[in-house]
């Protein structure tokens, strides 16, 4: 193949990787904002350039060939080089900058954390925007591949070949159930829990260990009360004669708002590894390198320790 083909050039090495991570090319020219003919028209330079068809039609869409396959992460990488090399050779200023931070969340971090970073990011840059969706788990790293955010506040944790990880705290779990719950103690054993009915929410937040260990504690079965989110927990355990299981500052937040009471879990749960997920680039974007900064200074200031063995029982009761 000669690179020196005028046609070879970043704009077709882009048509590419994103036609191959969308494997539509309907989406790829969403994405792209051009047109779906000038995206087949880019593929069909690449097809005559690397002599190989690279995409084929399936039944889940385009499906890359072999040669496809062992392109992509060398493509890939030019462009994340090429953007950081643009990226780094401006001089970022915040107190200046109209940009939009993009970031993605759980409804959990959005609750717990988000006042403190948002006010950090609008005390140094008051003319940025930031912009926040809701986390999903299965497309964040396409998402900051293609710049479409900048960065995430989860648990998971993801490919460290793709994601750079800044620990921000540890969150461990308390129990709750309401105020009045005729039978558990502020330190119920393992048959106590097992013997009680249990709200379950959604594993796709990142606490799948929970459910994990609690479905073995009630040996195997299913819980009669099973959740999207955690937004009406506090109200559904004073509604039944329930518990849950949650992140600390949850469990504070239900107590400050709801009657319902902490108590202190009989097994022993792994914390919640609460991190800043950003793109790992071969040069730094300064934008995204601030970011980083800010947020991870902004949540020293959260009221609660940063790792796990800094609490103690203390924490965990009403």
């Not at 107190?95 to 969340?105: A, C, H, K, V, Y």
């Not at 403190?116 to 990011?121: E, G, H, P, Y």
């Not at 054993?189 to 796709?204: F, K, N, P, W, Y």
Request: aromatic residues 8%.
């Amino acid at each position: 193949m000669d690179t020196t083909d005028p046609g070879y050039d970043m704009n077709l090495m882009r048509t590419f990787v994103v036609v191959y991570e969308t494997r539509s090319v309907t989406e790829a020219a969403q994405v792209l904002y051009i047109s779906q003919p000038s995206v087949s028209y880019a593929l069909g330079k690449l097809r005559k350039l690397f002599s190989d068809p690279l995409f084929l039609r399936g039944r889940s869409g385009l499906m890359p060939t072999p040669v496809a396959e062992s392109l992509y992460p060398h493509m890939l990488q030019a462009i994340q080089l090429m953007d950081s090399v643009v990226q780094s050779a401006t001089v970022f200023r915040a107190s200046e900058t109209t940009r939009t931070f993009r970031l993605m969340m759980t409804d959990l971090a959005l609750m717990a954390l988000f006042s403190f970073v948002v006010r950090a990011i609008q005390d140094q840059a008051p003319q940025a925007k930031v912009g926040v969706t809701l986390l999903d788990v299965a497309q964040l790293e396409d998402k900051l591949r293609r710049n479409e955010i900048d960065g995430a506040i989860a648990v998971p944790s993801f490919s460290p070949d793709v994601v750079v990880r800044d620990h921000l705290m540890d969150m461990p779990y308390v129990g709750v159930c309401a105020e009045t719950h005729p039978r558990l103690s502020s330190s119920p054993t393992v048959e106590d829990l097992a013997a009680e009915q249990r709200i379950v929410v959604s594993g796709a937040l990142g606490h799948q260990h929970v459910e994990q260990t609690l479905s073995r504690l009630h040996g195997g079965r299913e819980s009669g009360i099973a959740l999207p989110n955690y937004s009406v927990v506090d109200e559904t355990l004073v509604a039944t004669q329930s518990y849950c299981v949650v992140p600390l500052f949850l469990g504070d937040m239900f107590v400050k708002r709801s009657p319902v009471r902490k108590f202190i879990l009989p097994v022993s749960l792994e914390p919640g590894h609460v991190g800043l997920h950003t793109l790992r680039r071969v040069a730094p974007s300064p934008p995204v390198e601030w970011l980083r900064h800010v947020i991870t200074e902004a949540l020293t200031a959260y009221p609660y320790p940063q790792h796990i063995g800094d609490y103690d029982d203390s924490w965990f009761v009403s």
